[in-house]
């Protein structure tokens, strides 16, 4: 890597892979190289090009649009201290995120900067009300080279995909600023295992090829396979999502087949590390012993021609080696989300073999620093887009006595998820309005906390427009549906059965309804079905009851087949107008909303 400094002042263990030397350390790896790794002349006398040469690839995932820096627990990452003790360091923001790669790319004449998917989707208001033009704006500002999509890419369905990566006005709204036109992506957009139904090709290109000075690196990018469960259904009509191993393997072979035998894998798919720490050893005790998840059994299946994988999705940090299927090691990572970290690898170019040294590969994570300066040109660019949001974002809500957190909160049951459950309950109850008994919210559809300390001039408590559409980016339509009792059992055991067994999903329950949840079973049994109570009464099997939910769930996703079987549907206003109805009716500034209790759901571990 180059001798400039990252202006952050502290990183992650970087992760080299000595493994495959038969090198029993780090240190005999640095021992047995060149006194000069940079050059790697290999005898070469002077004026002769060096055999091989340093590759430097940047990476990040899972932006969702956060270009001002993300706020309360979303705004920061965990990071190991040296005496063992855990520091929370704020991080993030596009102006820094942009500081830190253009100074990481100094002194290195061959660098390249990919990402692993949701680039947008779920966005705060700044990005999320322009349909996230502002971000593509930020992503070509950043010089980002490629990445791949990621579910997020399809909420608003394949064809608002392919205008961002083209161009041209928003189809219903059109253009924003009065004489300019949306000009797309610079960069392209990966979607090698997403096809059309009916032409069965990609619906964007399946892989594309980095080049410079005859170094050639191929980039293939998928997102997961279980997309279609994860997304409304509108947004992936008429595709077809394909197993991510299959896919990277069939486009790898097509990539050396054409001479191109350096590639990187960019998988919008993750996995759980054993620490939250983004500076923790993921390779201890062995290799890869500091990962599980989905991506582990991807990593352990992609053909060795792939020599590293950027991935995401579950918005966690790590560097890992797992081994690929010839049992050699290679390099796993992810940068957590929202531009809070970025990965810097050092990928190891043979001119010779066309090939990634795989032995040389040097990997590690880095916080992107709030102490460094400002990118002005990323300011410029929030300032433009924050005058046209302006008359929308700073319009005040409601008012809260304290942090209510969502995103932030660690436990299955939380207090902000209460709070929307019991607006979505409220403000449907009305036989009217469709007579609705309980409420459910998924809990990946709350994007971050209501933080108590103002995020800008409208005074601590104060909940403006702005902040509650970052906690509810989707405006998914509210239905309310008739379900039996035997179906809301089911749907409570699907929680942390089926899909959803290996990481379970917990339902934002409206109040008066209640249960135990013992960790200690497996599967369905987790939900003990003789403590569920709605106001007090044990629910009937054979009884119907009016439930409210948002459009996801009611499609069935997050793997809630039996929310999927609802009738009778009635469909309501936004889950975000009801949150914000919720907010002014029941809270101002004399007296604030205090955070819900969390008493719900009884949990043993």
């Known amino acids: 890597m180059s001798a400039t400094p990252h202006p952050q002042k502290n990183r992650a263990p970087r992760r080299v892979l000595a493994a495959a030397a038969g090198l029993a350390t780090v240190g005999a790896l640095v021992a047995a190289m060149p006194a000069d790794a940079h050059d790697r002349g290999h005898g070469h006398g002077p004026g002769h090009p060096s055999r091989t040469v340093d590759v430097q690839l940047l990476s990040f995932n899972d932006l969702h649009g956060n270009l001002e820096p993300p706020a309360g627990s979303a705004g920061t990452v965990s990071e190991t201290q040296a005496d063992g003790t855990v520091k929370s360091v704020p991080a993030g923001g596009v102006e820094y995120l942009a500081t830190s790669l253009?100074?990481?790319?100094?002194?290195?004449?061959?660098?390249?900067?990919?990402?692993?998917?949701?680039?947008?989707?779920?966005?705060?208001?700044?990005?999320?009300?322009?349909?996230?033009?502002?971000?593509?704006?930020?992503?070509?500002?950043?010089?980002?080279?490629?990445?791949a999509v990621g579910n997020h890419e399809f909420?608003?369905?394949?064809?608002?995909?392919?205008?961002?990566?083209?161009?041209?006005?928003?189809?219903?709204?059109?253009?924003?600023?009065?004489?300019?036109?949306?000009?797309?992506?610079?960069?392209?957009y990966l979607a090698a295992?997403?096809?059309?139904?009916?032409?069965?090709?990609?619906?964007?290109?399946?892989y594309t090829v980095w080049e410079k000075n005859g170094v050639k690196i191929g980039f293939i990018g998928v997102t997961l396979e279980g997309t279609p469960n994860i997304v409304t259904a509108n947004g992936v009509k008429g595709l077809k999502f394909h197993d991510e191993i299959e896919t990277v393997n069939k486009y790898a072979k097509e990539l050396d087949?054409?001479?191109?035998?350096?590639?990187?894998?960019?998988?919008?798919?993750?996995?759980?590390?054993?620490?939250?720490?983004?500076?923790y050893d993921c390779d201890s005790p062995g290799a890869g012993d500091g990962i599980s998840g989905p991506i582990t059994d991807i990593a352990k299946g992609i053909t060795p021609r792939v020599d590293a994988l950027v991935t995401g999705h579950t918005h966690q940090a790590y560097v890992c080696t797992v081994p690929d299927p010839s049992g050699k090691p290679r390099m796993v990572t992810s940068a957590s989300s929202f531009g809070k970290l970025y990965t810097d690898t050092t990928l190891t170019y043979d001119r010779r073999t066309k090939d990634i040294v795989r032995t040389s590969v040097e990997s590690a994570n880095h916080v992107v620093s709030r102490d460094q300066a400002k990118a002005t040109d990323m300011t410029a660019l929030i300032a433009r887009w924050n005058t046209l949001a302006a008359p929308v974002a700073g319009r005040p809500q409601g008012f809260i006595s304290a942090d209510i957190n969502g995103r932030g909160s660690t436990s299955p049951e939380k207090p902000l998820g209460n709070l929307i459950a019991d607006a979505q309950l409220e403000g449907l109850a009305p036989e009217d309005k469709g007579g609705a008994v309980v409420a459910f919210m998924n809990p990946g559809g709350i994007r971050s906390d209501l933080v108590y300390a103002a995020s800008g001039s409208e005074g601590d408590g104060v909940v403006?427009?702005?902040?509650?559409f970052t906690v509810q980016p989707f405006t998914n339509m509210m239905n309310v549906v008739d379900l039996t009792g035997a179906q809301l059992v089911a749907a409570l055991q699907q929680q942390v059965s089926g899909s959803n067994q290996?990481?379970?999903?917990?339902?934002?329950?409206?109040?008066g309804l209640t249960y135990t949840l013992d960790m200690t079973k497996s599967g369905a049994e987790r939900v003990v079905a003789d403590t569920i109570r709605l106001n007090g009464e044990a629910i009937d099997p054979a009884k119907t009851y009016r439930v409210a939910m948002n459009e996801f769930l009611a499609g069935g996703g997050d793997g809630f087949a039996a929310l999927g079987?609802?009738?009778n549907k009635l469909v309501g206003p936004s889950d975000l107008d009801l949150f914000n109805t919720y907010l002014a009716a029941h809270s101002t500034?004399?007296?604030?909303?205090?955070?819900p209790a969390t008493d719900r759901i009884t949990v043993v571990q």
Do not use: W
């Open 102 to 147: 253009r100074t990481a790319r100094k002194g290195n004449p061959y660098s390249v900067t990919a990402a692993g998917g949701d680039m947008v989707g779920a966005s705060p208001l700044l990005s999320g009300l322009f349909h996230d033009e502002p971000t593509i704006e930020a992503l070509n500002g950043l010089d980002l080279d490629v990445t």
């Open 565 to 567: 079987a609802g009738t």
């Open 155 to 188: 909420d608003e369905g394949a064809t608002e995909l392919a205008r961002l990566q083209n161009g041209g006005c928003h189809p219903v709204e059109g253009c924003y600023e009065k004489g300019k036109k949306f000009k797309g992506a610079d960069f392209p």
């Open 502 to 511: 290996a990481s379970p999903k917990i339902l934002q329950v409206s109040k």
């Open 193 to 206: 295992n997403v096809t059309d139904e009916k032409t069965g090709k990609p619906v964007l290109k399946p």
């Open 589 to 595: 500034a004399a007296a604030p909303l205090d955070p």
């Open 257 to 279: 087949r054409q001479g191109v035998k350096s590639i990187v894998a960019l998988i919008h798919e993750g996995g759980a590390p054993a620490s939250s720490s983004y500076n």
């Open 464 to 468: 403006t427009y702005g902040e509650a």
